[in-house]
């Protein structure tokens, strides 16, 4: 066997004790040498996945694909019989989150006379709207007048969003900074709330 | 008393699929990291290793693959959407930092390698230059090493992926092994102070 012949076999990425191959080595000592270097070469590249095995994705993209994932799973068919408590927990939470937040605009809070209402809350209220409500995709206006629920958690991008609708009477609009006069403050209106993946409101808009 | 064994891919994926969420964390826990760095080491971008690997797992997701475990792993099958996607993303953005060399042509494994550059390799600047070498080897030979030694996937689990056959893997392992010291005694011989040794060659 010739140095080409020897090489030819590949014999650095063989085991020694295979074949008779090696024998090539006693003749020639360059090859040796040769191979030698290959070995270092491939302890090298031992050492180098050693030292990369810790190196991971970032956590952000676990999260990323977590919410995808969820997003996903809930388009599908889910089977009935694994899966048949899913409305009905779906209806509490979305029950309990326009019970709280119908507590939470109601309590302990004074009718304000028209004139008193703060100019400065309207316009925040109308300068800072969700910024994820395009996602809801079933209103070609939606995103237009929702207002975040003051302290609610941000939306998270291709976080799965709920719309429902409810009635709250009009003295809950004062939290939200509209202005309402005393004798309409008991009156019902219509509003629109957004529930996040949580069951908890997010934002809120008033239809009249 | 039956250990608990971990479950396989195939059984994970099973569950992924009826909408288990723990599943999905699982899989993903056990595959990402040897994604990731596959896409790292192939395109040299820590952002283009996380946009592929957040690619390749949200195939996953969308069932858009066509995974089949009667013809390979679930391992190998996202390896291979891996690399077809860091082929995109480097075709995309030219950031193929390895050129075709006339040194592929060559028979024999080059022959003008010393010593010093090898020792070098059993320090941490020598492992620094080693990551840069095979960053700097031409894609086909890059992607063999990173599978086959940084990734440890069998040559076999590799022809799957690269969609070649066995033979193939092994050749141009073997070609890249040699472009590998050839890249590393250049290095060692361009670095200052370095002193220029004549080539062995074998005569036999």
Redesign the interface.
């Known amino acids: 066997m010739n140095c080409q012949e020897f090489w030819n076999t590949m014999p650095e990425l063989a085991h020694e004790a295979e074949d008779g191959r090696f024998e090539h080595l006693g003749e020639c000592s360059a090859c040796a040498a040769l191979l030698n270097r290959q070995r270092t070469l491939a302890s090298g590249l031992r050492m180098l996945a050693a030292d990369w095995r810790p190196v991971e994705a970032p956590a952000r993209v676990e999260s990323r694909l977590t919410a995808a994932f969820l997003g996903q799973a809930g388009l599908r068919v889910l089977h009935p019989a694994t899966r048949w408590w899913m409305p009905v927990a779906t209806w509490a939470a979305a029950a309990a989150a326009v019970l709280a937040l119908a507590i939470f605009l109601t309590r302990d809070r004074p009718v304000v006379p028209a004139h008193r209402t703060s100019s400065s809350r309207v316009q925040l209220a109308a300068v800072e709207p969700p910024e994820d409500l395009e996602m809801l995709g079933d209103s070609s206006d939606a995103g237009d007048d929702f207002i975040p629920i003051p302290n609610a958690a941000r939306i998270e991008p291709n976080e799965d969003l709920n719309l429902v609708r409810v009635e709250v009477p009009r003295s809950a609009m004062i939290a939200l900074g509209y202005a309402v006069s005393e004798d309409r403050a008991s009156e019902p209106v219509e509003a629109e709330v957004v529930l996040g993946a949580d069951g908890l409101a997010r934002a809120v808009r008033f239809l009249d | 008393m039956t250990p608990n064994l971990p479950e396989t891919d195939d059984e994970l994926l099973l569950r ?1 699929r ?2 288990d ?1 723990r599943a ?2 699982a899989l ?2 056990r595959r ?2 040897a ?3 596959f896409a ?2 192939m395109s040299g971008s820590a952002a283009v ?2 946009d592929v ?2 690619e390749v ?2 195939a996953l ?2 069932e858009e693959c066509g995974y089949d475990s009667q013809r390979g792993t679930l391992s190998g099958y996202l390896f291979g959407i891996a690399r077809k996607l860091v082929l995109r993303h480097v075709e995309r953005g030219r950031s193929d930092v390895a050129l075709e060399t006339d040194l592929e042509s060559s ?3 080059e ?1 003008t ?1 010393n ?1 010093d550059a ?1 020792t070098d ?2 320090r941490r600047e ?2 620094e230059a ?2 840069r070498s ?1 960053l700097a080897l031409p894609r086909r030979y890059r992607e063999v ?1 990173v599978l086959c ?4 996937v069998d040559y076999g689990e590799a022809a799957l992926v690269l969609g070649c056959p066995i033979g193939t893997v ?2 141009r ?2 070609r890249a ?1 040699a472009l ?2 050839e890249k ?1 005694s250049k290095r060692w011989q361009h670095r200052p102070g370095a002193i220029a040794l004549k080539p ?5």
Not at chain 2, 149 to 152: A, G
Not at chain 2, 200 to 204: P, S
Request: with cysteine; net charge positive.
């Open positions: 992924m009826a909408g969420e999905f964390v993903y826990r990402q990291a994604i990731y760095r790292l080491h290793a996380e690997t957040q797992f949200l997701i969308r028979a024999l494994p022959m390698v010593d090898l390799l059993m020598g492992i080693l990551r095979v090493v030694d940084l990734e440890e092994r050749s392992l073997h092994r590998l010291l590393l062995i060659r074998c005569l036999i």
